[in-house]
RNA sequence: GCAGAUGUGGUGGAACGGCAUACACAGCGGACUUAAAAUCCGCCGGCGAAAGCUUGAGAGUUCGAAUCUCUCCAUCUGCACCA
C-alpha cells in the first residue's frame, strides 16, 4: 500500500500546512456555548535576525496543549502577535535611516513565514502588533484612564541615563550599574518623568498570588521583589528639630537596645540642624563623597561601613528617655522607609559591624545568643530582657506590646513598607508609544480626547534622540505645537514615549477581540475568554513584564473592564536552550542552530518532537545534534509502520501496550512532562516492531497521540489510511480495564534487600501469595531458621520481615 | 549574606515512599550488502576475587528512601546594606 512513498518532510509540511490554512480549522470559534480553553505564550519581539531554536520549544510545548485541548472538544484561542516596538528597531533606524514601521513588518512578515513553518496551530486571523495604531490606540486609551484615575503622575527623578543609547532606563534595566541592552555606564539624570502608581497595588500584587497557579520559584520571586515588610513608624525626639526624627524597623521589640541611631546622607535632618552640628566640615565631606557614588558602588564597597556622627545632635530613646548619637552613613537609603534608623546593634547585623567599627555601644535586648561575637537576630526563640515592660516575653508578643505602647503615646504606629518601586512610563525615545497629552500653560498636563485617538507618531527623517536625551520627537516640532483640547490655548505635547512594557501588559485582551475599534475587546468576550488558562514565558519576565501585566489588569478590573482579578490562572517557565558547547547560543560565538535549516534538513515535526523529548521542560538544557538525529529515526520508524499495517481493530495482545501509551501520553501532557510522554509513544512503537504488525485502528490511535507533537506527519500516514482528518479526530481515552494483566510479576525482598523475582497470578490472596513465597527456595538461604516478624505485600512489591 | 532550584551511567535524562538507570544519544557485536550508508536484531553503569557495595557526603524516619527530615559540600539562578 501507501508506504512505498517514502517519507519526505518538505512535501508532508507544506500540503499539511497549506490544508490547515484553508480549513482555518485552528481558529477560534465564536460560539460561546462551548468550554473554552486559553493558551498564551509570550509574543516575541521581531528582531533582524528571525526566530532561533529557543523559541520553538515554549511554543512547541503549548501547541502540544492546544492541540490536545481541540481533539478533546474545547474552543481554543491560541493567539499569536508581535511585541514590535522597541529599541533594537529604532537602533537599526537610527543607523539606516529606514523608518521602523518599515523594518518591524519585514522582520513581522519573517517570523509569520518561520512560526508557518513550524506548524503551530495559531489563530492567524487574531495576529497582532503592538505598533500598530489601531492596537496602540487602546494602550493609549488605558494610560488615560490611569492618569484619570490619579496613577499617572509626573515627578523630578534622577533617572537611570545609558550614556551610550541615550535613554533613561527603569531600575530593572540597569545591570551591576551599566545598560542593560549596550552595557555602557549607567549614570543619573535628574528629569522630569512619568510614573505609575504600581505601588498602590502592592499588596494586592502579592496576596493574589494565592488565588492562582504560579510555580513556586515565579512566586518567590515575585514576593521578594515586591519585598513587603512589617513593623512599625516611631518617631524620636530631637533637640532643635521639633517635628522629630521619624523611623522604620520591623523590629520594634528591640527598641530598648537602640543605641543610636542612622540617616541618610541625603537626609533633610541634616540640613536643618547644621547650625547646632559642631562637625559639619567632616558631615559636608562625607555627604559630598556619598553623592559622587552611583547605588553600585555604594552596594559594591558595603562590606565595608563607613559614616560620621552629627555631634552635637542627640535623640532620645523614647523607651529608655537616654539620649544616644545621631551618625549619617550611606548604608542608610534616602529611598526605603523614612531614609533614617534607629539602630539595634545587639539584634541587627548591618548596626553591630557599624556600632564595632565606631565603638558604639551593644546591649542585648533579646536573650539567646552572645551580642558580644555577633548580632542576635532570632525571633523564634529569643526572649526579652533589659527592656522594662517587655521583659519575659517572647519577641511576637513583645512587637505587639510595644507597637500598642507606642501608639497610646502618640510617637509610633504599625507600617507596612514595600521595596518595589513605581515604574518609570518615559522613554526618550521615538519607537515607541507616544504619550497622549498636552502641557498648557493654563490647565496643566491634560488628556488628547478619547475620540482623537491613536496619537500617531509623526514621521520624521533622523531619528537619533536629542543631544540632551530628549526623543526624536523633540525635532517634530510641527507635531508639538498643538492647543488645549480644553481652553484651546497653544500647547506642547508630551515627547517622551512609552516603554517596550506597555504594549505587552494587555495584548493577551486584545486578542479576544482583535479587531474592535470601540473598546480594547468587548465585554462578552473578555468575559468569555479572560483569564488566560495557561501563559507560558521566560523566566526573566518574572519581576517586570509579568508584574506590569498583573497591574494593569488589576487596574482594569477595578474600572470595570475586565470581570476577573487575576490575568492569567497558570503560568510556566521553560529553560532556555544553549548550544552544543553548553554556552548561550549567540552570532558572536558562532553557534547558533538556525531553525530554517533544521527544517529544511530533517522537517518541522523532528525539531518539534526533538525539543520536547531534550528533557524536562523547566530545565536549561544543551542541543545536540545527535539527539535531533535520533527524533528523526523515531519519525522514521513510525512512517514505516504503513508497511506493517494488517487488519482492523485492537488486538487483545496489543491492547495492554496501547492502552497504557494512552494513558501515559494523555497525563504526561497535563502534566508538562513532554518527554515521557513521546518515550512512551518510542516504547509503543518498539513493542510494534517485536509483534511483526498492527492494525488500522491501532496505528490510528497512535497518530492521534502523536500529532500535538509532530502533527504533519501525523496528519499525512492518517489520511493514507483512509480516515478523516485529525484535526476533525477525537482524542483516545484509555480502558483502565485493557491495563491489568492476569500474571503479575513481583520483587521478592527480604529485610528490604531485593533477592528474587515472582510472577504470580493477579487475583492471588494474601494467604495464597505468603503460602508460594515463603516456600520459594530461592529465598531460603535468606529466611531459613529465622522467625517471621512481618509479611509486607504492596502493589507489585513482596517484603519478607525475619530476624 | 538572603532566597529559590539542581546534584542519578560515557551523554540528555526515567523512576505515585516499593524491582534504580525507562526512553534516547554515543559505543560494541550480528544480519542484509561486492562494499558503504540506511535498516533490522542483539549487547551495553561503576567498584569488587566473591558475598556484595553503589543515586554529591553524612546522619535520621520507615518493613522499605534517588524520593521524606536534618547537617554539610558543589553547581546554577534571582535579590543584594530594604532597617
New binding site residues.
Partial sequence: MAGEKRYDHIAIEKKWQQTWNEAHCFEAKDDRSLPKYYALIEFPFPSGAGLHVGHPRPYTALDVIARKKRLEGYNVLFPIGYDSFGLPTENYAIKTGEHPMKVTERNISVFHRQLQMLGMSFDWSREIYTSDPAYYKWTQWIFLKLFEKGLAYKAELPINFCTSCKVGLAN?EVIDGTCERCGAPVIRMVRSQWMLKITEYADRLIDDLDKIDFS??IK??QR??I?R?T?AEVTFKIDGYPEGLKI????PDTMFGATYMVV?PEHPLVEALKDRITNMEAVEAYREQAAHKS?FE??E??KD?TGVPLEGVYAINPCTEKPIPVWIS????MG??T?A?MAVPGH?T?DWEFAMKFGLPIVEVVAGGDVTKEAFTDCETGVLVNSGFLNGMQVEEAKKAIIEYLEGKGIGHKKT?F?LRDWLFSRQRYWGEPIPLVYCEHCGWVPIPEDQLPLTLPEIDNYKPAEDGSSALARATDWIHTTCPKCGAPAEREIDTMPNWAGSSWYFLRYCDPHNDKALASKEALDYWMPVDWYNGG?EHT?LHLLYSRFWHKFLYDIGVVSCPEPYLKRTSHGMILAEDGRKMSKSFGNVINPDDLCRDLGADTVRLYEM????FE????W?T??V???R??L??VW?MLDMVKGEGERPEMRASLHTCIKKVTEDIERM?F??A??GM??FV?EV??NGSITRDELRTLLILLDPFAPHIAEEMNEQLGFEPLYKAKWPVWDEAALVSNVQ???I?V????RT?MTVPADISQEELKELVLSNPDLANWIEGKTLR?F?A????V?V?VG
Wanted: charged share 25%; glycine share 12%; aromatic share 8%.
Fill in positions: 530593572e513556586d520559584r518567590t520571586t521578594n521583589w519585598g515588610s513593623g522604620y524597623t520591623t523590629r541618610a547605588d555604594r552596594s564597597l558595603a561601613k550611606d548604608y542608610v537609603l526605603y522607609g531614609g534608623i541587627d548591618r513598607n521595596k523566566m519581576t523529548f531534550i528533557g524536562a530545565q536549561t538544557i544543551p545536540s545527535t539527539g538525529m535520533g527524533c529515526r523515531f522514521d520508524r514505516r512532562k518527554n515521557t513521546i518515550a518510542m516504547s518498539n516492531y517485536s510479576e513481583l520483587g525482598q529485610n528490604g534487600k531485593l523475582k512481618k509486607i504492596i502493589r507489585n512489591i517484603n520481615v
